[in-house]
């Protein structure tokens, strides 16, 4: 009989780390923050929840601390590509653990296939520890792609606090635009709400808003700047995403293999059904435009 499950473990309370917690703690469901040692202190949970600092290349104190906790249910928000043998670790503490499922660090835009350019270097680098390395370990995972954090647009193009927009290519091409805040919420609520034997193996495409950068750019009367690449900090980092974004993988439907949109659980925002009556927040309201 498959039942939903009730325990969970968060690695990692940071950006997306945190709003997690929060809204498993807003469900009423036990969830523990496990968070490197020193940097506990700098985190303000809500009550009940139980922070735990750990070294997160220990492998077996991970393993007693989900054990000893009940923990079903392994969600990773460390960064992928930086800490490969922490998120492996985490990975061999929750197969020895005994848990049911496990959430990679993947969160953004779609890897699935990729094998190619900066998204498919991402993918060798990162699948090694979380999709591929769960595989081979039998622990059922579960991928959620929300495109680009609506967050991190200025981040990324420069804009609002510049009239101009960066963009990368022709900026025509669709982006998924999701707030972590509906990313954690959506997280949280079909991890409690799903039976257990709809979640293992599957990938859940959700979007909150649907636009090209070309278009963003003519709905707030910005200026754009087309650029080859990114200079100053991160430059490198923002050009790859730029880059992903113009080849199509910005968008949560969208299938590397055949280059088109997916279509029917395949296309983006396809997921979003699954939470009824919610309302996704758009990108003038998140960057107060």
């Known amino acids: 009989m498959s039942t939903t499950y009730t325990s969970f473990a968060v690695f990692g309370g940071g950006r997306v780390g945190l709003p997690i917690v929060e809204e498993f703690a807003r469900r009423q469901v036990s969830v523990v923050l496990f968070s490197r040692p020193g940097s506990a202190t700098k985190k303000t949970v809500p009550a009940g929840v139980e922070i735990v600092e750990l070294d997160f290349s220990d492998v ?119 707030a972590i805040i509906d990313v954690a919420g959506f997280v949280a609520h079909v991890l409690t709400t799903l039976p257990s034997a709809e979640l293992g193996n599957r990938i859940f495409r959700i979007e909150g808003e649907r636009a090209s950068l070309k278009e963003l750019a003519k709905r707030f009367n910005a200026t754009v700047e087309y650029v080859d690449r990114v200079q100053g900090e991160m430059g490198e980092v923002k050009t790859v995403i730029g880059v992903a974004l113009d080849s199509g993988s910005g968008s949560t439907g969208w299938d590397v293999v055949n280059k088109r949109e997916g279509t029917g659980v395949d296309a983006a925002g396809s997921a979003n059904l699954l939470w009824p009556g919610h309302q996704w927040k758009t990108i003038k309201e998140v960057l107060n435009l």
């Open 60 to 178: 077996n104190k991970i393993s007693a601390a989900l054990q000893q906790r009940g923990v079903q249910v392994v969600l990773s928000t460390i960064g992928v590509a930086a800490a490969v043998s922490q998120n492996k670790a985490i990975v061999d503490a929750a197969k020895l653990a005994g848990v049911k499922l496990f959430v990679p660090a993947e969160y953004g835009l779609t890897t699935e296939g990729q094998t190619e350019g900066p998204l498919g270097d991402k993918r060798e680098v990162a699948g090694k520890c979380s999709i591929d390395y769960l595989k081979a370990t039998g622990i059922p995972a579960v991928q959620f792609y929300n495109g680009l954090f609506i967050e991190f647009i200025p981040w990324l193009t420069g804009f609002p606090e510049d009239p101009k927009m960066r963009v990368i290519g022709k900026g025509e091409t669709p982006i998924s635009f999701t």
